[in-house]
């Protein structure tokens, strides 16, 4: 396949991460150390949270929220039917069960009612999932939780520094996790952070990451508190994530402009709709996505044209490990498969997006939508 002149994500870096990393090789300390500890220190700040753990990646982040949770073997974990399939894995990794509900068509994110219908006697926690950094009904989801007794995990993998109501996503459950992989708005190549408030939760987390020591240790005769296991985000790995800080605020200010630049190019364009953010809250979107009833007849056009887009995951119950029947989830088994994400990368000019626009409503023109 040729490159395409305008892929749907492309991770980038500058001479600050350069520099970053030069000097953690000069060092000679590439572990998990001083400079993992300044990322974490600048992500707490950031998102306006007590403590950031920083961890190998967001499946990592979630499997160990859980597990400081104590949330594993024959308990259930809710998880929207549409997530990248890390969400219900993780929960396996902990041991515990994930209990697919379906979700809201209008958000893609998790539908309060099938929430609340999914709850069961050991249902110990629900992981609301940030689509593209959209917050869906989390109000609504967080007072369900709240009544029920059931722990809130945000999996924010991909809505680092989106808010909600002026507020971060990820530090309005007891725990959030977000991921630096490299299809994110920030990346240390894998990676990803556990976020929480709660002092306690912290020092679990950190033994949990780290074999059971609750500090950094010699490798040699340290106390091991408690079984852990080693899920460590190197120097080398924080200084690429401190380096990617440094453009944050046009990395947030090219995504606003993209979705605003699609969704006006788009607004007349029948045949694909955008799938909505709230910006006045403070949302920001990670990726584009937006929804078409001829999704794959426009992704090929629009392929044609250079430009590349990433179709939706499968809903998790088509997946051989989750596999249910299609009418126990209506609303995932019809969006699905009309999903796509449109060309979202940082280097996208307001130009490039008219070009993507012009193309689709070419599309629908030489065939009209039925
Ligand atoms: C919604 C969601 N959850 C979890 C993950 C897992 O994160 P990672 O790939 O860093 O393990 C990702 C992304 O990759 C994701 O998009």
Redesign the pocket.
């Known amino acids: 396949m040729p490159e395409a002149r305008l892929p749907w994500w492309a991770p980038q870096f500058g001479a600050e991460e350069r520099a970053l990393v030069s000097g953690v090789l000069e060092s000679g300390f590439l572990n998990d150390g001083d400079v993992t500890t300044r990322f974490e220190a600048r992500l707490a700040e950031l998102v306006g949270v007590r403590h950031a753990v920083g961890v190998t ?6 499997f160990l929220a859980l597990a400081s949770l104590e949330v594993g073997q024959g308990d259930e974990v809710i998880v929207p039917d549409v ?2 399939i ?2 219900a894995n ?1 929960v396996r990794l902990a041991g515990a069960t994930p209990v697919l509900a379906d979700i809201d068509p209008a958000t893609l994110t998790l539908d309060p009612e099938a929430f609340r219908r999914a709850i069961g006697p050991r249902t110990k926690a629900v992981i609301p ?3 593209s950094g959209r917050s869906g009904h989390l109000p609504e989801i967080l007072r369900i939780a709240e009544a029920r007794g059931l722990h809130v995990v945000e ?1 924010a ?2 809505a680092f520094l989106s808010k909600r109501g002026g507020r971060c996503l990820g530090t309005f459950g007891r725990l959030g ?1 977000l ?3 490299p ?2 708005l920030i990346t240390t190549g ?3 952070a556990v976020l929480t408030n709660d002092d306690a939760l912290e020092v679990r987390l950190r033994e949990l990451k780290d074999q059971g020591r609750p500090v950094r240790g010699t490798g040699g005769d340290d106390l091991h508190h408690r079984v852990g296991y080693n899920f460590k985000l190197t120097n080398l790995q924080a200084a690429v994530g401190l380096g990617q800080l440094a453009s944050l605020p046009e990395r947030l200010a090219r995504m606003r402009r993209t979705y605003q630049a699609y969704a006006e190019g788009l607004r007349d364009v029948e045949g694909v709709r955008l799938v909505g953010f709230r910006l006045e809250e403070g949302e920001s979107p990670q990726w584009v996505d937006a929804l078409s009833e001829e999704r794959d007849r426009l992704i090929e056009f629009l392929a044609s044209r250079g430009a590349e887009c990433r179709r939706f995951w499968f809903p998790l119950h088509r997946q051989a490990p989750y596999r249910q029947p299609d009418e126990y989830f209506p609303h995932s088994t019809a969006v699905a498969p009309k999903a796509f994400w449109l060309p979202s990368g940082l280097r996208m000019t307001d130009a490039d997006v008219a070009s993507v626009c012009r193309a689709a409503r070419e599309c629908f023109e030489r065939a009209p939508v039925r």
């Open positions: 990646s967001g499946t990592a982040a979630l997530s990248f890390a969400t993780a999932v940030h689509v999996d993998a991909e996790c991921s630096f992989s299809a994110k894998q990676g990803g």
